[in-house]
């Protein structure tokens, strides 16, 4: 009896170990929804079952894990200049690199486990320095170019193996090609942002610069990521073009798959005229003018017809936004019941993801009405109220007209709540 319970004791350790070393492996894979699930290839964790690499993952994963934390170095770049940036990651790899170099069972590692970890650490810095002039360029639409890295920081890259599929299981290099395209084509373009009038040909443009820079498997990876990452984004008949081109690749049946049930609805849309922006004291067009609530439904103004409407658009990553939000808070408080029935305080989020978007809900817990407007700064909701920087803040009165379409902030208190009882009097 004592015998088979110790066994049991012993099996159930070892699941254990199994499932933390999934886990470990998750970790060090970064945390990108799309990126990870779309990618069709052997899992890290059914290549290396040592014990001495599971040691090794654990401990470098305690010690690294927030350096591969995508979602929160992509926070942290927005408020970091770029030589601090770089040389913070030049730093960050070198730590990593010692301590892989000096564990002490190092020499029990496999040949592909050793690849394994060095890429990782290799293409996780070229991975968040590409990313650095991207992601901040896209957050200040106000800007019509993008910030061109210095070619001293960037001249290591022509030395490396852009184009390595052994290393595809390794999630920051595959993290590493979709920045890879995406900067290096706008360097091909003088680093000027897609416009209205041409952003048709944004999707078209990466796609060839990834088929004259890429091979294989690194090559049909870089355009299924390209595919899930805009398709919500782009315009349905561009998407439509760069599937076209996937499914003429060689061998690339499971991606098209993939994609096809990611951005099937997306390229069945016709692609939408460029949108007038709303002028003031104009109806607000219902049928233009529409989002998702946190059900999924379609939402137009109608939905709040004779109700005055504070319309805050915000997103999880801006910091200005959330620092109103405590303002925003004060300001329904001071509603009677009565004036809560007369107005709407409307918080349109322009986050990239649904889930970044109900990610941060869960967390802010704001008061009134929510909503998602797809698209980032190419939504709908951007381009009908030409917002180019956020926070923005617009009153529309009971009758669905815009009567300021750059509203006070909820911070400017008394000032705004004069704004508001205004409108409910009109």
Same mark, same amino acid.
């Given at each position: 009896?004592?015998?088979?319970?110790?066994?049991?004791?012993?099996?159930?350790?070892?699941?254990? =170990?199994?499932?933390?070393?999934?886990?470990? /492996?998750?970790?060090?894979?970064l945390?990108?929804?799309?990126?990870?699930?779309?990618? &069709?290839? $052997?899992?890290?964790?059914?290549l290396?079952?040592?014990? @001495?690499?599971?040691?090794?993952?654990?401990d470098?994963?305690a010690?690294?894990?927030?350096?591969?934390?995508?979602?929160?170095q992509?926070?942290?770049?927005?408020?970091?200049?770029?030589?601090?940036?770089?040389?913070?990651?030049?730093?960050?790899?070198?730590?990593?690199?010692?301590?892989?170099? %000096?564990?002490?069972?190092?020499?029990?590692?496999s040949?592909?486990?050793?690849?394994?970890?060095?890429?990782?650490i290799?293409?996780n810095?070229?991975?968040?320095?590409?990313?650095?002039?991207? +992601?901040?360029?896209?957050?200040?639409?106000?800007?019509?170019s993008l910030?061109? #890295?210095?070619? +001293?920081?960037?001249?290591?890259?022509?030395?490396? $193996?852009?184009?390595?599929?052994?290393?595809?299981p390794?999630?920051?290099?595959?993290?590493? /090609?979709?920045?890879?395209?995406?900067?290096?084509?706008?360097?091909?373009? =003088?680093?000027v942002?897609?416009?209205?009038?041409d +952003?048709?040909?944004?999707?078209?443009?990466?796609a060839?610069?990834?088929?004259?820079?890429?091979?294989?498997? $690194?090559y049909?990876?870089? #355009?299924?990521?390209?595919?899930?990452?805009?398709?919500?984004? @782009?315009?349905?008949?561009?998407v439509?073009?760069v599937?076209? +081109?996937?499914?003429?690749?060689?061998?690339?049946?499971?991606?098209?798959?993939?994609?096809?049930?990611?951005?099937?609805? @997306?390229?069945?849309?016709?692609?939408?005229?460029?949108?007038?922006?709303?002028?003031?004291?104009?109806?607000?067009?219902?049928?233009?003018?529409?989002?998702?609530? *946190?059900?999924?439904?379609?939402?137009?103004?109608?939905?709040?017809?004779?109700?005055? !409407?504070?319309?805050?658009?915000?997103?999880?990553w801006?910091?200005?936004?959330?620092?109103?939000? $405590?303002?925003?808070? *004060?300001?329904?408080?001071?509603?009677?019941?009565?004036?809560?029935? &007369?107005?709407?305080?409307?918080? /349109? %989020?322009?986050?990239?993801?649904?889930?970044?978007?109900?990610?941060?809900?869960?967390?802010? &817990? /704001?008061p009134?009405? &929510?909503?998602?407007?797809k698209?980032?700064?190419?939504?709908?909701?951007?381009?009908?109220?030409?917002?180019?920087?956020?926070?923005?803040?617009?009153?529309?009165?009971?009758?669905?007209?815009? @009567?300021?379409?750059?509203?006070?902030?909820?911070?400017?208190?008394?000032? !705004?709540? *004069?704004?508001?009882?205004?409108?409910?009097?009109?």
């Amino acid at each position: 009896m004592f015998a088979d319970n110790r066994h049991e004791t012993i099996l159930t350790n070892k699941l254990m =170990n199994v499932f933390r070393f999934v886990l470990l /492996l998750c970790f060090l894979g970064l945390q990108q929804g799309f990126a990870q699930s779309i990618y &069709q290839g $052997p899992k890290p964790e059914t290549l290396f079952t040592t014990v @001495a690499e599971q040691a090794f993952l654990t401990d470098f994963t305690a010690k690294f894990k927030t350096d591969f934390d995508a979602t929160s170095q992509y926070a942290k770049l927005q408020t970091t200049g770029l030589d601090a940036w770089e040389m913070g990651l030049f730093d960050t790899r070198k730590a990593q690199s010692a301590f892989y170099k %000096s564990y002490p069972q190092a020499s029990q590692f496999s040949a592909a486990f050793n690849k394994y970890v060095e890429a990782c650490i290799r293409w996780n810095y070229w991975h968040l320095l590409l990313a650095y002039p991207i +992601i901040r360029g896209n957050t200040q639409a106000t800007l019509s170019s993008l910030m061109s #890295l210095p070619s +001293i920081m960037v001249e290591e890259l022509a030395t490396l $193996p852009v184009n390595d599929e052994t290393v595809l299981p390794a999630e920051p290099y595959r993290n590493f /090609l979709f920045f890879y395209v995406t900067y290096f084509n706008s360097k091909a373009r =003088n680093f000027v942002k897609y416009t209205p009038t041409d +952003i048709q040909n944004s999707m078209t443009d990466k796609a060839t610069f990834a088929n004259q820079h890429l091979t294989g498997k $690194p090559y049909r990876y870089a #355009l299924a990521r390209l595919l899930v990452e805009n398709c919500d984004k @782009a315009t349905p008949s561009s998407v439509r073009d760069v599937f076209g +081109i996937l499914g003429k690749t060689p061998s690339s049946a499971e991606y098209v798959a993939v994609v096809k049930a990611r951005c099937g609805e @997306a390229m069945s849309r016709k692609d939408e005229p460029v949108v007038a922006v709303a002028d003031k004291k104009k109806p607000v067009d219902p049928n233009v003018f529409s989002f998702a609530n *946190q059900n999924g439904e379609s939402v137009t103004l109608d939905d709040f017809k004779g109700k005055v !409407i504070y319309l805050d658009v915000w997103a999880s990553w801006c910091g200005p936004c959330r620092a109103e939000f $405590p303002f925003s808070r *004060q300001l329904h408080e001071r509603l009677t019941k009565k004036q809560k029935e &007369q107005v709407v305080f409307l918080y /349109l %989020s322009i986050d990239d993801t649904e889930a970044a978007w109900k990610k941060a809900l869960n967390t802010l &817990q /704001l008061p009134g009405e &929510q909503g998602w407007s797809k698209g980032g700064w190419l939504s709908r909701t951007a381009k009908y109220f030409d917002i180019k920087s956020i926070p923005r803040y617009i009153l529309i009165n009971k009758t669905g007209q815009v @009567a300021d379409s750059d509203a006070k902030r909820p911070s400017m208190a008394d000032a !705004i709540w *004069q704004d508001i009882l205004k409108l409910m009097n009109e």
